[in-house]
């Protein structure tokens, strides 16, 4: 027993050894961050990877806040800054093996052109792309000067493929009965579990995304390669082309390897020059007098309450009712922005979160503050319930958005739990609606007051979309039903006002707010993004997990179709509590 405590006392010794020692660290890291800023070279190759993993917005919470990484939206800004940047001479890009999402390729694109016409030159090297999420990697990088690929690999683009997983067949098994009612025909979220396969209207619009996005692709690449759009088509519908088939074909430039390319890119921006990671480039900002545009970002599910996080492992959810509406209205509170651009890249979520969130935005539109939606890869259902109401929405030509619709219900268990050999008996007070979230199966009477209850959370849905872009309901119902659209088809039907970048969004703000056109306004980012030392200090107030735990956990979280299981998982956990959903399914772009 001595023995035993001895170890024991040794082991917390250690541990708090460690944690003084990584605190220290941690310490030192970024006060020297913050007081060795290296002189800048003379001339300057901006470098970006688009393999590395990112947000679409910089995270505020756990230990991905200690770093200060950027979101993509902050590689955009930066970016757009360095145009105005001399000793910038131009952009090293290393291309996506897998892809980057085809609403992300179409901003980055836009970004590449407008650095191109700022007088400065882009290189972009690939190692060959497998396609598995469309032609995103490829389309990423088509606007290079020169797209270098290394000698031995293809280019495989070879289309674009919406995936869904079907549980009907196990619920059968387990004696599970979905009880869940979708408002109306095209919320197909509820088709994962009730059928085995696409109903006629789910692959409709399905199907019709995909053709939307993969002839968007088709035409960026033709227009940047200088080809035309049937024989790029063509080229790529045909299977992996050997690099050296591609650049005879003039979708490729050169072949060599990655150190090959980046030193052709320091040769051609001049004597000494370097390459500065466009994470950590530190953009030229405006002074403090410039006009201030509050940015505020969401990012993920739409959740009710304040989005705190038990782990230090991981970030708070980015798109927490409280956080966000809170967010909006200290920006429209402080008197010294002139406008807001509300970032949303959400798949949707609770509606009760969602109207919270557009209420703030009504809010602060009657203080006379204009509201500018910049939509990322997703704004749909939930995502677009919070950017109904917006006084300008802009999305890419790849956003999905839509999926104007809710449904709710449950899933009945008890005849699962009977297999198992446990039985349920109840005893309920307060009328017949009162077990109807139980484990059996709703009653006739049950069930129509769901119904009826999703058929108002439906109409108030309409009614706020029929407010915010000036149509009837009718109208709005004639594209809603849950339908789920592209954002150039949105733009046809009147979901959108322009199709556009988070940059052009940046524009639109200036003009609602009367800001000069050649004037750059200064960012606000809400909710405040931690400094490190605030990301440390929050950190160390939290409780500590193990190590090792976590970094299994974060292996295990990671793999894309575990993300997709878990996301079923809450998602049927929410049903069967009983709430309402606004969301579009999840399905994985290959």
Do not use: C
């Amino acid at each position: 027993m001595k023995t035993f405590f001895l170890s024991m006392a040794g082991a917390l010794a250690a541990m708090f050894i460690f944690i003084l020692l990584m605190f220290g660290f941690l310490m030192m890291l970024i006060m020297g961050a913050a007081s060795s800023a290296p002189e800048r070279p003379d001339n300057v190759v901006l470098s970006l990877d688009l393999n590395a993993e990112m947000t679409d917005q910089a995270p505020t919470g756990g230990f991905a806040a200690l770093s200060s990484s950027p979101g993509f939206i902050d590689l955009l800004t930066k970016l757009k800054a360095a145009e105005s940047d001399e000793h910038v001479k131009g952009l090293f890009i290393r291309g996506a093996f897998i892809g980057t999402g085809s609403s992300r390729a179409e901003e980055l694109r836009q970004a590449l052109h407008s650095f191109r016409d700022s007088g400065k030159f882009v290189i972009a090297h690939s190692q060959g792309t497998l396609g598995v999420r469309g032609p995103s990697a490829y389309w990423s990088i088509a606007a290079a000067d020169e797209i270098w690929m290394q000698p031995g690999s293809d280019l495989v683009v070879p289309g674009l493929t919406f995936e869904t997983e079907f549980f009907k067949g196990l619920f059968e098994k387990i004696d599970v009965t979905p009880e869940i009612y979708p408002f109306y025909e095209y919320k197909n979220a509820p088709n994962s579990y009730k059928e085995t396969s696409y109903t006629e209207p789910h692959k409709e619009a399905l199907l019709t995304l995909a053709e939307s996005v993969w002839s968007t692709g088709i035409d960026a690449i033709a227009e940047d390669r200088g080809l035309k759009a049937a024989d790029v088509r063509t080229a790529l519908e045909s299977g992996p082309l050997p690099a050296e088939t591609a650049i005879s074909m003039k979708l490729l430039d050169k072949t060599g390897y990655p150190e090959e390319a980046s030193a052709a890119a320091l040769e051609r921006a001049g004597e000494d020059a370097e390459l500065v990671d466009l994470a950590y480039y530190d953009a030229p900002t405006p002074g403090l007098r410039a006009p201030q545009i509050a940015v505020v970002g969401g990012e993920g599910a739409v959740v009710t309450g304040g989005g705190e996080s038990d782990s230090p492992f991981s970030s708070p959810p980015g798109f927490a009712s409280d956080t966000i509406a809170r967010a909006i209205l200290d920006a429209g509170k402080n008197d010294k922005i002139k406008a807001i651009i509300f970032r949303v890249d959400s798949p949707g979520g609770s509606p009760v979160a969602a109207d919270q969130i557009w209420n703030a935005i009504e809010r602060v539109q009657a203080d006379g503050k204009p509201v500018v939606v910049s939509m990322g890869s997703l704004a749909a259902s939930g995502g677009y319930y919070v950017s109904a109401g917006a006084d300008y929405i802009i999305a890419n030509r790849a956003t999905i958005t839509g999926s104007i619709g809710i449904y709710g219900g449950k899933f009945a268990v008890e005849g699962g739990f009977n297999k198992l050999g446990i039985t349920f008996d109840r005893v309920s007070v307060g009328g017949e609606f009162a077990d109807a979230y139980g484990a059996d199966t709703f009653t006739d009477t049950q069930a129509e007051a769901v119904k009826d209850m999703l058929k108002r959370g439906y109409d108030r849905f309409l009614g706020i979309v029929a407010e915010g872009r000036g149509m009837t309901y009718d109208e709005v119902h004639e594209i809603a039903r849950g339908r789920i659209w592209s954002g150039e088809d949105a733009l046809e039907v009147g979901l959108v006002d322009e199709v556009g970048t988070f940059i052009d969004a940046i524009e639109k703000a200036k003009e609602l707010a009367g800001i000069e056109a050649d004037e750059t306004p200064r960012l606000v980012y809400y909710p405040h993004r931690p400094t490190g030392l605030e990301a440390l200090e929050a950190l160390f107030g939290v409780s500590a997990e193990g190590a090792e735990a976590a970094i299994t956990l974060n292996r295990l979280a990671s793999d894309d179709r575990v993300q997709v299981l878990m996301e079923q998982l809450a998602a049927m956990e929410a049903v069967n509590s009983g709430q309402t959903q606004a969301i579009v399914p999840r399905f994985r772009e290959r």
